[in-house]
């Protein structure tokens, strides 16, 4: 092994010590091929450079009567609606916060994610229960623009929303941490195991790719149920 080899394995052990991320890792690893293939123009075959797994983590689901729970045991009417939403239309944070009471469709009983993640426009569920309180959030809170906006007015924030989801799950007994995207994972794990296709949940979620989607297969219980232990 050469000298610049040397240098370039102690370089990523030693952030691998550090503790960096795989994602950082690989931001390294491109550094250091950007400075060999471009900066010194010495090609890609006089060496090579082992790039970090990616992590296959599932994601992390509440149970249905858990996430109704959070949602009943709301400090107000506000923080409820902001939480069925979470979870009843499957909304990203930032989705949620940029809401408009203009995006509320009732008559076809649909909500518009204007610009969402890769900037594009869909449609997902408007629950019926939602939108009675919805409704009863309105006439006391009178919001102006976005659905949900602050005490001065404007968009309300994102870590107002984390705070929200926290203490709900705190006060429902929820020792684990729980985020606002535990919620979107729960809605699309509990509409599979309705018998949901796959394809409606991936346009609903607005996922890329199926494969994306295809996640959620692995946390759905249904088909579990009907398998026997060997124990049992």
């Known amino acids: 092994m ?38 010194l123009n010495i090609p890609n075959r006089f060496y090579s450079i082992d790039r970090p797994r990616k ?12 996430v109704l729970k959070m949602i009943d045991i709301a400090a107000n ?14 909304l990203r944070r930032s989705e949620l916060i940029n809401l408009k009471i203009t995006d509320i469709d009732s008559t076809r009983m649909l909500i518009r994610v204007a610009q969402g993640k890769g900037k594009k426009d869909r ?31 404007g968009k309300y924030s994102g870590s107002s929303v984390l705070k929200i989801v926290k203490r709900a799950a705190k006060k429902a007994g929820i020792y ?9 994972h729960s809605f699309a794990t509990h509409l599979l195991e309705d018998g949901v296709d796959l394809r409606y949940i ?15 297969t692995h946390v759905a219980v249904t088909n579990f149920k009907n398998i026997k232990s060997p124990l049992d």
Not at 14 to 20: D, E, F, N, S, Y
Not at 55 to 65: G, W
Not at 176 to 182: A, C, D, E, R, S
């Open 123 to 153: 449609f997902t569920l408007l629950s019926k229960n939602v939108l009675v309180d919805l409704r009863s959030y309105y006439k006391i809170y009178r919001p102006k623009t976005y659905l949900f906006e602050g005490a001065d007015g």
């Open 77 to 90: 009417l506000k923080h409820k609606c902001i939480l069925s939403l979470l979870y009843s239309a499957g």
């Open 55 to 66: 992590q296959e983590k599932l994601p992390e689901i509440l149970a249905k009567e858990t």
């Open 176 to 184: 684990k941490k729980v985020t606002p995207h535990m919620l979107r």
């Open 2 to 39: 050469n000298q610049t080899k040397i240098s370039r394995s102690i370089t990523l052990k030693h952030l691998v010590q550090l503790g960096k991320s795989d994602s950082y890792l690989n931001q390294a690893i491109n550094s250091i091929k950007f400075y060999y293939e471009i900066v």
């Open 202 to 216: 991936q346009t609903l979620l607005g996922d890329n790719s199926t494969r994306t989607t295809e996640i959620y």
